[in-house]
């Protein structure tokens, strides 16, 4: 190889971001607690183009202004998170944080559930929109029936503020989009061909149970309690500051003291809550309950 | 078994026959970057470098890594050295010389996985010092790089029985230190002391390769191991790990190192470790990139 080549090669395949894309990006997180690493910088810049040609904004510069300084900005940067997360619902959205619950955090808890004589687990994905999450989580402790589980019982809580998307996840029917990542055996053992769709086991329905919950109604969230997990994922980047700092205040109190609070990919509680501890399993994190030993 | 398999390793470190010489372009580099910036002289850096033309070519590669923060596309190694400065500069072209330390037998490991984890780990352990206010961020590069040398040298000299230890750690999900110790009786981190030593690498560098696995066992540069040793944990969690997934939870801020590092480092107690874990997510595609297109093995 020459130099010349290996230079050229490498200049094609990299183009410094644009400086107010990165400012997007530290905005996005600041506000939202969502970061973009570099490698994702491309996929949020197709997401703020999209909302640009909404708005006929020809500059990364003058959208930043639109989220930072114009009257419209509140609602341009939900407009934005809207677009940031349309379609990322699907079974299976990510595999690193299943495999952590189910190899390294559910040996934990039913360690510590045991300690309090109570084989009985309770899961909340608070903010299921519309299912994947709760039933996949369904169809990994349903897996582990037979070895860890033996002899446990567990139940699903899921609960969103949207009807319509709860009327869907209760009929449980899927289509190829949402059903992309599910594994052959998951498929094979768990749902039944609805014409081009998938339509989720009766079995698996019966351990969900739906609900409509505004996460910021503090009298209903008093009653989310004695919970070992709780998945919160993409939900809490619409909260403002002060009301994200509520729910999270809910969530510690809802957890038993083994706890664990599970966030979307690359969302982050820093600045909102010291209360939970973040721990690194292999290519996920997670917040804990406990408090450290040190 | 593993108290023999110890005795051979230390054997043949001893008198050294099996292991690679440093790449001709290395000694002197090294010597020569370890100048006072005001003592550099850019045509020189550019003249030691230009000798091999294979390592001119990769350094080119590397410092048009956005890795390695480049702004404008280098052609030349002049314009490597002057957009990148002498410091990063000698990252590139230590990490490039370093590269070709590894044996072209491979026994079934993938040589790559580990440059992979040291690229990595340097690149995070220079973030990370400059992120906390660290004195020395090119100096944590240069451990972060070199830190894991030990594995380096059982390719060399021991490969069938680090070969097997590298097999049982993927698995159990066990880290690969511990099972180098069941099978070997030694782990990289003691045998990167010596080979370290032997190749006269400074004195900072050696603790590291030695105590990077056991913080408070350090003594002379106690929060650059520390610093090093958070970082490796790091990138072992987060799918740079020598091929090896470690079915745990960790803490960072319960690990030795991170109270080493914090007496030194009062930044580190309001450091963003979650946005830190994100970002370094962001590498991960650029260094596979740069260490298989780079890789070259003796």
Known sequence: MTVLSATSRAVESFAAPDPFMVRIRDLIYQVAGIFHADNKLRALEERCMRRMQVLAIKTYRDYYDCLTVKSIRQAELVALLNEITIGETCFFRNQPQIDGIRNIVLPKILEQRAKLSLRHLRIWSAGCSTGEEPYTLCMIMLEETATRLKGWTFEILATDLNERSLNHAKNGVYNAYSTRNLPALF?????????????????????????????TDETKMLFMKGLDMILCCNVLIYFDGASKKRVIQHFYNGLLPHGYLFLGHSESLYGVSEDFRLVHMPSSTAYVKGKRNV | MSQQVRDTILRKLDTFQEMPTLPVSLVPLLRYMEKPMEQMELQQIVDLVSKDKALAAQCLHMANSPLFGRRQAAQTIRDAVVALGFQRMRDVVVSCSVLSLSPSDNHGVDPTVFWEHSLGCALVCRQFASGIGFEDPGKAYLCGLLHDIGIIAHLWIAPREFCSAVEHARK??????????????????????????????????????????DPSSASAHRSLVALVSLSDMLCRMSGLGHGITESRQIDLLEEPGFALLSQECPNLKNFDWAKFTFQLEGYMEEVHRLVSLLYRPQ
């Open chain 1, 187 to 215: 498929r094979e053992k768990y749902f039944a061909a609805n014409g081009n769709d998938l339509q989720i086991d009766r079995n698996v329905k019966n351990y969900v149970n739906f609900s409509r919950l505004n996460l």
């Open chain 2, 172 to 213: 159990d999900g066990s880290p690969l230190h511990e099972m180098e110790l069941n099978s070997m009786g030694i782990h990289h981190a003691e045998t990167g002391k010596l080979v370290s030593a032997r190749w006269k690498f400074s004195d900072d560098v050696i603790e590291v390769a030695a105590c990077h696995h």
